[in-house]
């Protein structure tokens, strides 16, 4: 083989990694191996919470997970979900909230370009959702943690999970606290996920574990089955009600991102949120079906600055040497502008006085006695750095920040010795990529195709879609679209069937 022969083949490989996947016709399938009224791909929240409510609202269900067992990248997760409107535990730790409130925030936290009737629908229904949750087994306790921006080491409830306390978004909304942690101590994904397997285990849905979906059945344009590799053989699936995709993200998929959203692929020491199966696959079924995507080059990168929510007290600059967040805002948010507006080249200045290390022991990388020295060993411009700090300073003093609105609480000036941290993306710093773009669907969780209009039997739910995070995040809203727009998913299909 010539060596453009191989070229050539590393290249189609790589072609053949983003393409759709060209469903079956079903003229061509010679015989059934299961018959159901509703199918689901994948069992991460989204699957499980389709699952369910299709079994729910009547229909036969089966269930088709490539692992060896549900729970996805959802049992990974920290377990935190972002609810709202007034849930009877932001009412037990003494927060007042309403769905038009939550949606004031959400529209612009996950903004610009948040899907409006998606936010509204999830609004209007969130505390309905948390009363679904607590009914089909997730706990939670009327306890707040008022550590933001992850789950709480504790078991408490409710905690601050997107910036809502901070600049803009404490000028946009009442400030109320949405990221709501099943009862369960610290990191509480497993927990959460063994709560709502313990629901589906209690249907009679029909789960199939080792059991790859490769291809989407189609007659006429409609979606009627799947094909599902198990023990090495192909099963031929018919669901009279369609197919529901829930099988997760891309960040796994080295072409994909490649394509769309190629800084994903940049952080050296990137943690990559999910699993292998988040490869891609559930989106390029959906649109060899004739679904669309939207959104595909959004990502989120969370840089975990804290806990402790202290180290906002610290300034966080690009390479120009100046700011360019509020550092007291949702760590997601700044690692997503780290990582996209300021193209992964920050630093973090840090006096003795104000300097920790947090949870992940991120230690000083130079320290100086003046600014110009600082700046001069990290590589910044001297002046813009001085001047940075300077300004800082002199407004901290009085408790102000008219540039960039720090809360009061972590305004402390900056005093000699000082130091600055490596947050750049080729350094050590822990960046933590996910995508969110995915499958165009509608409030009900159809399908769309390019124009606007559901594809007959196809439905989708979580990272396979894009969700209610359009190019901002906040904590809780993945576990929480995936579960809310999985049970519309179930239902739809369920109704179709
Ligand atoms: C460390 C960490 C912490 C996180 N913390 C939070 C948090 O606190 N709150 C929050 O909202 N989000 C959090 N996230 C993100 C969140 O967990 C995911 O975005 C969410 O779980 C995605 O849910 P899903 O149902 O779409 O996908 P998944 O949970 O990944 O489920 C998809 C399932 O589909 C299966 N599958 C894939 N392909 C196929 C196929 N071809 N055939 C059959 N099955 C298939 C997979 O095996 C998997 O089980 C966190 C993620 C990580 C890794």
Not at 79 to 104: F, H, K, S, V, W
Not at 180 to 208: I, R, S, Y
């Amino acid at each position: 083989m010539s060596t453009n022969d191989s070229l050539g083949e590393a290249t189609d490989a790589a072609q053949d990694a983003v393409l759709p996947i060209a469903p079956l016709d079903a003229a061509e399938v010679t015989q059934w191996d299961i018959e159901t009224d509703v199918a689901v791909v994948g069992l991460g929240i989204a699957g499980t919470c389709a699952a369910i409510s299709a079994h729910e609202a009547g229909a036969r269900v089966a269930a088709f997970e490539r692992g060896g067992a549900g729970g996805g990248t959802s049992a990974l997760s920290g377990g935190l979900i972002y609810l709202g409107g007034g849930t009877p535990i932001q009412e037990a730790c003494g927060y007042t909230d309403t769905a038009e409130n939550m949606e004031r925030f959400l529209l612009e936290a996950c903004g610009p370009d948040a899907d409006a009737d998606k936010v509204h629908a999830y609004c209007q229904g969130s505390v309905a959702h948390y009363n679904w949750l607590v009914d089909h087994g997730v706990p939670f306790k009327g306890e707040f943690c008022d550590e933001p921006n992850r789950e709480p080491i504790t078991d408490a409830g409710l905690c601050f999970s997107g910036g809502e306390d901070s600049w803009p978004f404490n000028t946009i909304a009442d400030v109320v606290p949405r990221g709501h942690h099943p009862q369960f101590p610290d990191t509480a994904g497993g927990f959460l996920m063994e709560c709502l397997t313990g629901a589906l285990a209690k249907t009679d849905v029909a789960v199939h574990t080792d059991a790859r979906v490769e291809r989407l059945i189609v007659d006429a344009g409609r979606v009627v089955g799947l094909v599902a590799r198990v023990d090495g053989r192909d099963l031929h699936v018919r669901a009279t009600g369609g197919v529901i995709l829930c099988a997760g993200g891309f960040i796994f998929n080295e072409e994909m991102l490649a394509r769309y959203c190629p800084e994903a692929l940049r952080p050296f020491s990137a943690w990559r949120v999910g699993t292998d199966n988040d490869d891609g696959r559930g989106i390029r079924l959906g649109e060899g079906a004739g679904g669309t995507t939207t959104r595909m080059d959004s990502v989120e990168c969370a840089l975990p600055i804290g806990p402790p929510h202290r180290m906002a007290r610290a300034l966080l600059v690009g390479k120009d040497g100046k700011r360019f967040i509020n550092e007291d805002t949702y760590t997601g948010r700044i690692g997503h502008r780290a990582l996209v507006d300021q193209q992964g080249e920050i630093y973090m200045i840090v006096s003795e006085e104000i300097f920790e290390v947090n949870f992940v022991g991120m230690r000083i990388t130079w320290a100086a006695e003046t600014p110009e020295e600082l700046a001069a060993d990290v590589g910044l411009p001297a002046d813009a750095l001085a001047e940075t700090i300077a300004t800082y300073n002199q407004h901290a003093e009085n408790g102000t920040d008219p540039e960039w609105h720090k809360e009061p609480d972590f305004l402390v000036p900056l005093r000699p010795p000082y130091g600055a941290i490596d947050l750049r993306v080729d350094s050590k710093a822990i960046y933590a990529p996910f995508t969110l773009g995915g499958l165009n669907t509608d409030p009900d969780s159809h399908v769309l195709d390019p124009s606007g209009v559901p594809v007959p039997g196809l439905y989708a739910a979580g990272r396979s879609t894009a969700g209610i995070a359009a190019h901002g995040y906040v904590s809780g809203i993945s576990l929480g679209d995936g579960s809310f727009f999985g049970r519309r998913a179930g239902e739809s299909a369920a109704r179709d069937k």
